[in-house]
């Protein structure tokens, strides 16, 4: 049973202009979320985050807005640049004391073209 | 930069062998978490481990699998008998803080089970 999903495997866009990456969960006791970029042969990186408190928080060119009703986040890159091509993961951790354990979906590749 | 250190990068092992991953933490964390990557998937949390304890294992499969982080050196996850359905990604991560999302993860060991 996949609590986060990314159900686009992919997206391509056009630099300059704005990507969209979309996520959903299931799991409502989730209550911090994360938005990882992987490039090839790397180990995840730290992108962004957001507590379930907010619904938007930004940095930089990376905004991610939480929907807590919808269940629904997204990250937004704007403007986009090549060196964004990447796969994005999304992840969500829930407290009780189990806040280590991410849950991640399964990453959408991102191609910027020149 | 001493980040996450995971050795070896790409493993190959013949159904039945053994696998030993090996993963150093930044510099000064004592906490440690590995996750898999299965083809076409995200990542899964597998165990937490502190310096010669194991936190939270209820992420990895009851048998074949085990992992130590003892009070020198660095963690170890051990397969036994492995078999093609391990045929993974497995990426470590750790944290300064325990019981933390912020985990900053290493660039994973690819295993191949011919």
């Known amino acids: 049973d996949q609590q986060v999903k990314q159900n686009s495997p992919s997206l391509s866009v056009q630099e300059g202009r704005i990507s969209i990456l979309n996520c959903d969960y299931t799991?409502?006791?989730?209550?911090?979320f994360l938005w990882y970029k992987k490039y090839p042969a790397e180990g995840p990186t730290f992108l962004i985050s957001i507590s379930s408190i907010k619904d938007k928080n930004e940095d930089g060119r990376f905004t991610v807005f939480l929907n807590k009703s919808a269940k629904h986040l997204s990250l937004h890159i704007v403007p986009s640049q090549p060196g964004d091509s990447a796969v994005y993961f999304c992840?969500?951790?829930?407290?009780?004391?189990?806040?280590?354990?991410?849950?991640f979906g399964k990453g959408t590749l991102l191609t910027v073209n020149p | 930069n001493a980040g996450v250190m995971q050795n070896p990068r790409h493993l190959v092992r013949r159904r039945g062998q053994e696998a030993r991953l090996r993963c150093s933490p930044v510099?000064?964390?004592?906490?440690v978490y590995w996750y898999r990557q299965l083809p076409e998937e995200g990542l899964k949390f597998m165990v937490y481990?502190?310096?010669?304890?194991?936190?939270?294992e209820s992420g990895m499969p009851k048998e074949r699998f085990s992992a130590e982080f003892p009070k020198e050196g660095p963690s170890i996850l051990r397969i036994q008998q492995v078999v093609r359905g391990d045929s993974a990604a497995y990426f470590c991560a750790s944290s300064e803080l325990p019981h933390t999302d912020t985990q900053y993860f290493g660039p994973g060991t690819r295993l191949t089970v011919l």
């Open positions: 992840a969500a951790s829930g407290g009780g004391g189990s806040n280590y354990k991410l849950t």
């Open positions: 481990l502190q310096k010669e304890n194991i936190i939270d």
């Open positions: 799991n409502s006791m989730f209550d911090y």
């Open positions: 510099k000064g964390h004592s906490h």
